[in-house]
Every structure is written in C-alpha cells, then in structure tokens.
C-alpha cells in the first residue's frame, strides 16, 4: 500500500513522499489507521493532510484492493500454516480450539485462510497484545536461573 500510495503523489505532485523520511513515516501512520479500519469496514478512506510539499494525500481504498495488494503474503501465510500442522503431528480434529492473537490475524483473509486450514472456527476472546506480553514474561522466567516455574 505504502509503494502504491507514493507512487500515486508522486505521479500526481511531482514529488516523491517515499524518499522524504518525515513524509515517509507520516504516511505509514497513515496506512496503519485505514489497515485496521478495512478489518471492520468495505472501504476506509486514507487521509495524510500536508504530507509534502503543501500537497494533501485523499484516497479511498477497498478492502478487496488490499487483499489483492497482500495476495503474496496470504499465499505464503498459508504455506506457513500447513507446514505448522505437519509439523505438530497432531490431526486437526483432534485440536479444541483455535485461539487469534496478534493485528495480524484481524485481516478477514487472514482469519479465513486460519479457519479452512483448521477445518474449525476460531474465536478471539483474549487481548492480543496483552497475552503476547504475558507469555513472553513466563517465557523469560521459565528460562532464568532466578526463577522456579514449571514449564509448559
């Protein structure tokens, strides 16, 4: 998105945002809000007031044009999950639940591409970053000589 946005200014305006750190990072911030608004809605609008040169940055955007603009990462995301299944040994029936975590995962095709590999729906009753955080605590006390805690 951020290659196709720069792309589109700099057509437009003549300059390029994508080689200007300052504007660089102002239209990532940009792309992060309207990438979790297209989680919840059809269509979000990117909005970058002054970005370069005095010139604004309006688009709107599908989520359908997303998806075809992270069609590549969805592939290898779901080579990357039947490698996990094989690599657990386990059926996938025989698996109870499956548990989203993570921005990541909140992408509609994201969440599809989980369940049919699954072969089950999957629920998000945990805080994502919360849980992240608190694994990595138990990880990293589980692997210190300072502390006692049984492993998992």
């Not at 603009?69 to 996938?92: N, V």
């Not at 992240?132 to 049984?150: D, H, K, T, Y």
Request: charge should be negative; aromatic fraction near 6%.
């Amino acid at each position: 998105m951020f290659e196709l946005l720069g792309g589109e200014f700099a057509k437009k305006y003549g300059c390029d945002p994508r080689k200007n750190v300052r504007c660089r990072l102002r239209l990532l911030d940009s792309i992060e809000k309207v990438r979790k608004l297209l989680t919840s809605n059809k269509e979000a609008d990117v909005h970058c007031e002054a970005l370069m040169e005095d010139e604004d940055l309006h688009r709107s955007i599908k989520r359908d044009e997303l998806e075809e603009l992270i069609a590549p990462f969805i592939t290898d995301f779901r080579a990357c999950l039947d490698e996990a299944i094989a690599k657990i040994g386990i059926a996938t029936d025989k698996i109870h639940s499956i548990e989203l975590v993570g921005e990541a995962t909140r992408i509609p095709c994201c969440i599809a591409q989980i369940e049919e590999a699954f072969g089950k729906s999957s629920s998000r009753t945990l805080n994502s970053t919360d849980c992240i955080a608190r694994g990595c605590a138990l990880q990293a006390a589980m692997l210190s000589p300072n502390f006692q805690v049984a492993n998992f």
